[in-house]
């Protein structure tokens, strides 16, 4: 059974539905590549995917301890490269002003994100940078 059933827009634009939940989104080529910049681009999507992944990760960790991921923030970045246009890096930027006192397990979250699934589907060539401000 499908996951996502999408639909193209015209414009350079699709609408992709979640068919579990019904949610839909619109995607929009970026300006550099002919597009009008007004929504996500398909590679936004995946760098967004990138860091939504580490923290559902780290909060099942800290969901385990007992603990919440309360005043967690992240930056991400996309990095493409133009020839062929492919993603070369994706940054990703954590910020936490009141993280746990708990190395152990703050060491552990760190271990998740990093080990997240889509980290691990991304293909090797694109480089995953990850800040940890904590």
Known sequence: ??????????????????LQSGEEIIT???????????AFSPTDLVAAALGSCMVTIM???????????????????????????????????FNWDHPFEDEKLLQK??????????ALSLASDIKQHVIFNF
């Open 109 to 118: 979250l760190k271990n998740a994100a990093r080990t997240c699934p889509v």
């Open 59 to 93: 909060g099942i960790v800290a969901n385990k301890e007992g603990k919440q991921l309360e005043g967690l923030s992240w930056n991400t970045t996309k990095v493409m490269e133009d020839s062929p246009r492919k993603i070369k890096e994706i940054i990703i930027e």
């Open 28 to 38: 929009d080529a970026p300006l550099d590549n002919n597009g009008k910049g007004e």
């Open 1 to 18: 059974m499908p996951t996502i059933k999408s639909a193209y827009l015209g414009n350079l634009r699709t609408s992709p539905k979640h």
